[in-house]
């Protein structure tokens, strides 16, 4: 073989005649590498295209006047805010899980006690977390980042200062990749940041917990299983034994949040609102995902190539749901806009949905494995009619984002708070009418400085809360 190559490569001779008479253990690996490297840089370029799309999204949807979900936006920057003065394990002392609460405060420690840092730490976790989505999914990831990105929901969440947007994408990516081996340990330390930001994320560590320790009674690989198993409900433990550390009781997060419900009122809600409340949000604010996530559960019964991809994907939401249905069914799920806490189901019906279509164009090329270009006009000219209606109404829907009524309104505190924090204020006694101060204290960036006194149990107006400057020297 040597000779042959030798009597090749003899000049005059072309650089591509000797190549070719190399040994292919010679020149294979090399055109591995270059596939391998041009596979690397096609990836960044989507993942590039996502994020600037998200951002592009981001930015419409502030321009439209979106500022907030809900107060709870507000409260969580002013817990951050104490954080970032005074750093704490527990920063908020609630319910609420304390990752958001350190990353949010490690950036303002950076930056400065601010609403607008607090935004800006949103729109980079909400923008950067699409692509963990794109990386385990298989089948037209992009498409699917693409849908789920650009619902209104995700759109407004991505830019809010809370948690769902970025925990929601970083649950479905690990439940997505969490069937393959090798994706089983990043699947685990995801789950693990995410089960410290969202309660969410919990059932899935259940579920891939369970996964680990099957495959590691199969023998394949039992350490690693055990640890990815360690890991993935780590975080769950951890914060129920700081509860119990901290509070006497390893649920007192869940008996807080059923008493914070209570406190509102009853509700006055059948066993079948109850029940319902989680499938009919998801149905009315992402039309979308329901309807993707029910051809994927048709292709799901119908194709065993995709039961044996998302067997554990599938348990993984649906674990997810029925938590959600049950915490509903015994006051502990979220007090408002269940639409939230649907944020990784969504993703994962939208994964299913496209993967199930995906499989289907290959079924119908091969049927009409004569005649491709039928084909693609059965498929493309319908897919592409129904995605760009789509997109046209998208605007129309951003632009009816929560937070609008005038009960709902915080523009108003926002720029009394901007005032403060200009003038410099030193304290002020805050008596706010339910939970509209956090607005006025977020953007004040200043808590310590605040002297909150008792709700007045007012539907707050423009005028609240009232701010004392003279009673708090």
């Known amino acids: 073989m040597a000779k042959a190559h030798v009597e090749a490569c003899k000049p005059p001779v072309r650089v ?10 010679l020149t ?64 908020s002392g609630t319910s609420w899980l304390p990752l958001p609460f350190w990353i949010v405060g490690a950036a303002m420690r950076l930056g400065g006690r601010s609403l607008a840092v607090a935004r800006m730490t949103a729109i980079a976790l909400g923008t950067a977390s699409v692509a963990l989505p794109f990386a385990a ?64 994320a919990w059932p899935a560590c259940g579920v891939l917990a369970a996964l680990c320790v099957l495959r590691a009674f199969q023998g394949r690989a039992p350490r690693r299983e055990v640890a990815c198993a360690l890991v993935a409900i780590a975080g769950p433990l951890l914060w129920m034994g700081w509860n119990l550390h901290a509070h006497g009781s390893a649920l007192h997060f869940l008996a807080r949040v059923s008493s914070f419900r209570r406190s509102l009122g009853p509700q006055d809600l059948s066993l079948e609102d109850k029940l319902l409340e989680y499938p009919r949000a998801l149905v009315q604010a992402t039309p979308e995902a329901a309807v993707l996530g029910a051809w994927g559960i048709l292709g799901y019964i119908s194709s065993a190539h995709l039961r044996a991809r998302w067997r554990w994907g599938a348990a993984s939401a649906l674990a997810i749901a029925v938590c959600l249905v049950a915490g509903e069914l015994g006051d502990g799920a979220p007090t408002h806009h269940p639409e939230r806490a649907l944020s990784p189901v969504w993703w994962l019906l939208i994964a299913l949905g496209i993967d199930a279509a995906a499989v289907t164009l290959a079924a119908i090329k091969r049927f009409a494995q004569g005649e491709p270009s039928k084909a693609r006009r059965w498929t493309s000219i319908p897919a592409a009619a129904v995605l760009l209606g789509w997109c046209a109404f998208l605007p129309f829907r951003y632009a009816i984002h929560p937070g609008r009524s005038d009960l709902e309104l915080r523009s108003g505190q926002v720029a009394r708070g901007l005032d403060l924090r200009a003038r410099n204020v030193g304290s002020a006694t805050i008596t706010p009418c339910a939970f509209e101060h956090f607005a006025l204290i977020a953007a004040w960036g200043a808590p310590e400085r605040a002297h909150v006194q008792p709700s007045t149990h007012r539907p707050p107006t423009a005028s609240c809360p009232d701010v004392d400057e003279s009673a708090a020297q």
């Not at 370029?45 to 936006?73: R, T």
């Not at 498409?143 to 947007?165: F, K, Q, R, Y």
């Open 16 to 25: 591509a005649q000797c190549r070719d008479s190399l040994p292919a253990v």
């Open 28 to 91: 294979e690996p090399s055109e591995g590498l270059h596939e391998r490297e041009g596979a690397r840089a096609a990836i960044a370029i989507d993942v590039a295209l996502l994020c600037a799309i998200k951002l592009i999204i981001g930015a419409y949807v502030l321009w439209l006047g979106f500022d907030h979900v809900s107060d709870d936006d507000y409260a969580r920057t002013v817990v951050a805010e104490q954080f970032a003065q005074v750093p704490r394990l527990d920063p």
């Open 137 to 200: 999914m298989r089948a037209a990831a992009l498409i699917a980042v693409g849908i789920a990105m650009a619902l209104p929901w995700e759109a407004w969440l991505g830019v809010a200062t809370v948690p769902e947007a970025w925990t929601g994408a970083l649950i479905a990516a690990a439940v997505i990749g969490m069937a393959k081996d090798r994706a089983r340990p990043w699947a685990a330390v995801t789950l693990f940041g995410a089960s410290l930001s969202r309660y969410e």
